[in-house]
């Protein structure tokens, strides 16, 4: 990994950290997911920041951003846009919809209907949409960061296991300290938001994307991986664990959270660190339990129970 790389991840960082105050893990995991080409879903009460990150993000990237409030009535077309018939030209026009951005901002997603939850998936797994038989391609750097509410399911639509796997992490920001919350409640947040200032090109995020897989991972790393996926398909308590879909998304995630860290080589330790953002979402347990606090024991049991390589000098 060239020096020059990590540096400007640095400062992409340190950008957002100005603004998102005391969340530094949650500002990486979020980078690490981006760079992966994957999407993010955050489950994570209200009122902790989601938005803001998103915000900040896209200011620093030079990138457009776009919200889209899920609601019970909210149809595909809305998020995708819709063709309408011009009558002087006799032609149809596409006017896109807020899916034609660098990011998005899916607020509240289990809140809609699952044919709008599958309209904005395929998106994100295709990185393009059709609409009357015109294919439409999305941004190159098109990324989602996905909203729900873990404490509220009155008129909610639970995402199947299907969809929820398109998401490369599953990430909460949680409460802040009581130092960073007093910064917040001063205002700081707001006027640091106001002054965030673009620290990285959208062409230079396409560069770090493809630099992603010139992340070297030796054989035994790889295998480890593998054997950390296997695992969470027979341990106790699992009834369905991580796919082989899932399986790649660990390795591309695991390269590119290396980046973040300034290595151009992944270690177990990378794949221990985001295991729980890549498979908390993936596993369902026996009974259908969908406690936290279970599935992050299962999560601690497969990480010990898998044996860490060691490679051997000669």
Not at 3 to 11: A, G, I, K, V
Request: no cysteine.
């Amino acid at each position: 990994m060239r020096e020059e790389q990590f540096q400007q991840l640095q400062r992409l960082t340190n950008e957002i950290e100005k603004v998102v105050i005391g969340k530094r893990e949650v500002i990486q995991m979020t980078l690490t997911a981006m760079l992966a080409g994957g999407h993010v879903l955050f489950e994570d009460i209200p009122g902790v920041g989601k938005t803001v990150l998103v915000k900040t993000l896209a200011k620093a990237i030079q990138g457009q951003f776009s919200r889209v409030q899920f609601t019970p009535d909210l149809q595909p077309s809305d998020i995708s846009g819709v063709s309408i018939y011009n009558e002087q030209s006799g032609q149809f026009e596409f006017r896109p919809g807020p899916i034609f951005t660098t990011i998005l901002l899916a607020d509240e997603i289990n809140r809609t209907a699952p044919r709008t939850q599958a309209a904005l998936l395929e998106a994100m797994s295709e990185g393009h949409v059709t609409i009357d038989n015109h294919t439409y391609a999305l941004d190159q750097n098109f990324f989602v960061l996905a909203t729900q509410n873990p404490i509220e399911y009155e008129g909610t639509f639970a995402l199947p296991e299907a969809q929820l796997d398109r998401f490369l992490f599953r990430l909460a920001i949680g409460y802040p300290v009581l130092e960073d919350e007093l910064l917040l409640m001063n205002g700081q947040q707001e006027r640091a938001l106001a002054d965030v200032r673009p620290v990285l090109t959208t062409t230079e995020l396409s560069q770090l994307k493809q630099a992603v897989d010139d992340v070297y991972t030796d054989e035994l790393v790889t295998r480890y991986a593998l054997d950390l996926v296997r695992a969470s398909r027979v341990f106790p308590g699992v009834r369905l664990g991580v796919s082989p879909r899932g399986g790649i998304a660990f390795m591309k995630g695991a390269r590119a959270y290396a980046m973040i860290q300034g290595r151009d080589y992944v270690t177990p330790e990378d794949l221990q660190k985001i295991l729980p953002a890549v498979f908390s979402h993936r596993l369902i347990l026996q009974g259908g339990s969908v406690s936290q606090a279970q599935t992050a024991e299962v999560l601690r049991g497969i990480i010990q129970q898998v044996a860490v390589p060691v490679k051997k000098r000669k």
